[in-house]
């Protein structure tokens, strides 16, 4: 059967003949203009009877689930990404910045070494043009007027080009390193001595990068790839492909970045989760989709 679109007033009848209780409709018309009837569906999902089946949902409440906890639930969520987007940030700048920084002197005489193929996989060379130095990325400025002056390079050097890269550009570049040795460098730079768990790390950085700059939901994310046993941290279970493990990883990188900018990463996570530890409702269903009962924990 196809669904049609119901108003803000049928939207709240809806919720009410479900069984959340909405205590003043005229704010929660606003959020609901606002976030929006779908996006606010992934934060009262957890508030339904049949959770977690997604399956056959019957989509009614558990008993005396609040409208205001949902909207409290979203915004935690809004709130840690925007938390965890300035550090991320400062991650993929240093990774950006020692990546090019030391295999542009490993290979000093190859200033586009992202496309020698004694230094790269031709499989990358292959897709390069048509994945990273396409049109559009020629008409940056910085590349557009390099090519202007020299007019016979077909590249821009690695300082130029890969400051503009995506950070899963840059990631993608860097398993397509075929010298083992530069690559465990750059890891060990990290403090991880073991590629695939470099590897792993640089995986959940950008999947979170890419959640946080989406507006995607947080709070309860399943990594694609499981994060690997390291230096980051003591994990167990689910921890290996939730929030816990995530932010786990993402303390560690930041300490290996500034430790000063981990201590502010510390107090205003540890302040957000207080903030939000005196709603029962909230603060259950943070650590049953998270599994941090105690954030601080995470930092030991």
Not at 103 to 112: A, L, R, W
Not at 222 to 230: D, K, N, T
Not at 248 to 268: C, F, H, P
């Amino acid at each position: 059967m196809i669904k049609v679109a119901i108003d803000v007033d049928e939207q709240i009848r809806l919720l009410r003949q479900r069984g959340m209780i909405i205590d003043n409709e005229d704010k929660a018309k606003e959020v609901l203009l606002d976030v929006g009837y779908y996006r606010l569906g992934f934060y009262w999902f957890p508030f339904e009877r049949s959770y977690p089946c997604k399956a056959h949902r019957t989509h009614e409440f558990r008993e005396e689930t609040n409208f205001d906890d949902i909207v409290r639930l979203y915004y935690f969520d809004f709130n840690l990404r925007g938390i965890l987007t300035k550090y991320l940030n400062r991650i993929e700048i240093h990774l950006r910045t020692f990546l090019t920084y030391y295999v542009s002197n490993y290979y000093k005489t190859s200033p586009t070494w992202f496309v020698d193929p004694s230094v790269v996989t031709t499989k990358y060379i292959q897709s390069f043009d048509q994945e990273v130095y396409t049109s559009r990325f020629k008409r940056i400025s910085v590349i557009k007027q390099h090519h202007q002056i020299h007019i016979n390079d077909k590249y821009a050097p690695a300082w130029k080009t890969l400051e503009f890269m995506t950070l899963g550009s840059v990631i993608h570049l860097f398993n397509a390193l075929k010298n083992q040795l530069v690559r465990r460098q750059i890891g060990a730079h990290f403090g991880v001595k073991q590629l695939v768990v470099f590897e792993s790390y640089l995986c959940l950085v950008n999947t979170v990068r890419n959640c946080c700059a989406h507006g995607s939901v947080l709070y309860d994310i399943a990594l694609p790839v499981s994060i690997r046993r390291g230096p980051a941290g003591k994990m167990e279970g689910a921890s290996y492909q939730n929030l816990y493990g995530a932010i786990k990883v993402i303390y560690y990188m930041t300490g290996i970045v500034s430790i000063n900018r981990q201590a502010d990463l510390k107090k205003e996570l540890a302040s957000l989760f207080d903030e939000y530890s005196a709603f029962q409702e909230v603060q259950k269903t943070i650590a049953k989709a998270t599994g941090i009962k105690d954030i601080r924990e995470l930092f030991v």
